[in-house]
């Protein structure tokens, strides 16, 4: 079951990088052009191993985990930035998607595994 739920949010990550490409070419502008191609490429890179990793979760957990260190980064940031007036309160979407996929994939792939969450940040079995 996290097999298919690592395949499938991983590879919607090629669909956010896209969009983000969109973003970029459609509005260009000296402020974003360069940061949203490069995010673009970076979320279709992370989308990339994500599917590589849900081949063998066991062996790959580290990058399952890692990437879900990332979300839950992303959605910390979020509970951050809305009430300190950074950014718009549509982005709390953001928190209750990629907080979940966040926490199953760290609670998930520890479980799967049997590893501790120290194991799998410094990559070790």
């Not at 956010?16 to 973003?23: E, N, Q």
């Not at 490069?38 to 990339?48: P, Q, S």
């Not at 609670?107 to 120290?118: A, D, E, N, P």
Request: hydrophobic letters at 55%; a neutral charge; charged letters at 10%.
């Amino acid at each position: 079951m996290l097999q298919k739920f690592v395949l499938i949010t991983g590879a919607l990550d090629y669909l956010v990088g896209l969009g983000t490409w969109y973003g970029a070419v459609s509005d260009p502008g000296p402020q974003h052009f360069v940061p949203l191609l490069t995010l673009g490429m970076f979320l279709m890179m992370a989308a990339a191993c994500l599917v590589w990793a849900s081949k063998d979760i066991a062996g790959r957990a580290p990058v399952i985990v890692w990437q879900g260190l990332v979300r839950l980064s992303a959605a910390a940031a979020v509970l951050y930035a809305v009430p300190a007036g950074l950014a718009g309160e549509e982005l709390y979407g953001l928190v209750v998607f990629d907080g979940m996929i966040g926490l199953v994939y760290v609670f998930g792939t520890l479980r799967v595994t049997g590893r501790s969450m120290l194991q799998l940040l410094a990559w070790r079995d």
